[in-house]
């Protein structure tokens, strides 16, 4: 499974970005999806989840202002961001599980600076 993470920038505060993730390889039985960041000199933390049943689950920190999307016909994952703050600044990732186990796309940095 390749992931391809695109779609990060220089944003001022207030506003919004759209985060895309092409998924590719074996994609068959994917049963979960997701959104994570990481900061310098702090771990990778989850942004958003979408299992294969539907169930979302935000960050605290995000919920209200970012929403998680998958378009299967398209093999692709979406992150929408609005009132982009500067704690938003950081490199996110895309990330799928199936059984073969869990796959990083290779980041994309979103700078939210005025």
């Known amino acids: 499974v390749q992931l391809q993470a695109s779609g990060g920038g220089l944003v001022q505060p207030g506003g919004s970005l759209r985060l895309s993730c092409t998924i590719s390889?074996?994609?068959?039985?994917?049963?979960?999806l997701g959104w994570y960041r990481r900061t310098p000199g702090k771990s990778r933390d989850v942004v958003a989840l979408?299992?294969?049943?539907?169930?979302?689950n935000y960050a605290d920190s995000v919920k209200g202002r970012f929403t998680i999307s998958r378009d299967a016909a398209k093999n692709s994952l979406y992150l929408q961001m609005n009132n982009l703050k500067p704690d938003d600044t950081a490199i996110y990732y895309c990330?799928?599980?199936?059984?073969?186990?869990?796959?990083w796309g290779q980041g994309t940095l979103v700078t939210v600076s005025s």
């Open positions: 990330n799928v599980l199936n059984k073969g186990g869990s796959y």
């Open positions: 979408l299992s294969n049943n539907g169930y979302i």
């Open positions: 390889g074996d994609i068959f039985g994917l049963t979960a």
